[in-house]
T-cell receptor, first 112, second 112 residues
Framework: QQQVKQSPQSLIVQKGGIPIINCAYE??????FPWYQQFPGKGPALLIA?????SEKKEGRFTISFNKSAKQFSLHIMDSQPGDSATYFC???????????FGEGTQLTVNP | ETGVTQSPTHLIKTRGQQVTLRCSSQ?????VSWYQQALGQGPQFIFQ???????GRGNFPPRFSGLQFPNYSSELNVNALELDDSALYLC???????????FGPGTRLTVL
């Protein structure tokens, strides 16, 4: 059973555009929702994370929007740059454990 | 950089062999998790160690085992290697006071 569904699988935008990546989850026990960025040959790096008690969180050019009733959350990247080209993973986690369950990833390409 | 280190960087083994991968946690982090990331997929949780004991396991067979040492470093052992074990193996560490997991750069295992 796939607990986290991420879309789209790939995304191409122009520099300055606002790519949006979406994730949907099923288990309401999840209460921590991070986004990770991964470059080829590197481990995932935490970008931003949110808890279900807020609907939006901004850190620099990255924003998470969270819809608890729909069990969905999304990542927005403002003023995207070619250096943002990477694979992005959403994940979910229960506070009672450390198990992160990842989405399948979105390969983002930002053209100059 | 997260402060989590892994060794070796790359490893090539043949089917049926055994392998040991190593992880050094970020300073002060007492919980270590291991993940397997197949090419083009999100990381999959293998297991977690806290206070030198396994306290959570994903859907992996017993031939995947681990250890955590008093200094919080950790090992992942895989016996009877199969071709499908070829993947990037990631170690992540955290403290018990935060949900954020910090990933190392990974070990790329190739099984021939």
């Amino acid at each position: 059973q796939q607990q986290v569904k991420q879309s789209p699988q790939s995304l191409i935008v122009q520099k300055g555009g606002i790519p949006i990546i979406n994730c949907a989850y099923e288990n309401t026990a999840f209460d921590y929702f991070p986004w990770y960025q991964q470059f080829p040959g590197k481990g995932p790096a935490l970008l931003i994370a949110i808890r279900p008690d807020v609907s939006e969180k901004k850190e620099g050019r990255f924003t998470i929007s969270f819809n608890k009733s729909a069990k969905q959350f999304s990542l927005h990247i403002m003023d995207s740059q070619p250096g943002d080209s990477a694979t992005y993973f959403c994940a979910v986690q229960e506070t009672s454990g450390s198990r992160l369950t990842f989405g399948e990833g979105t390969q983002l390409t930002v053209n100059p | 950089e997260t402060g989590v280190t892994q060794s070796p960087t790359h490893l090539i083994k043949t089917r049926g062999q055994q392998v040991t991968l190593r992880c050094s946690s970020q300073s002060g982090h007492n919980t270590v998790s291991w993940y397997q990331q197949a090419l083009g997929q999100g990381p999959q949780f293998i297991f977690q160690y806290y206070r030198e004991e396994e306290n959570g396991r994903g859907n992996f067979p017993p031939r995947f085992s681990g250890l955590q040492f008093p200094n919080y470093s950790s090992e992942l052992n895989v016996n009877a290697l199969e071709l499908d074990d070829s993947a990037l193996y990631l170690c992540a560490s955290r403290t018990t006071y935060t949900d954020t997991q910090y990933f190392g750069p990974g070990t790329r295992l190739t099984v021939l």
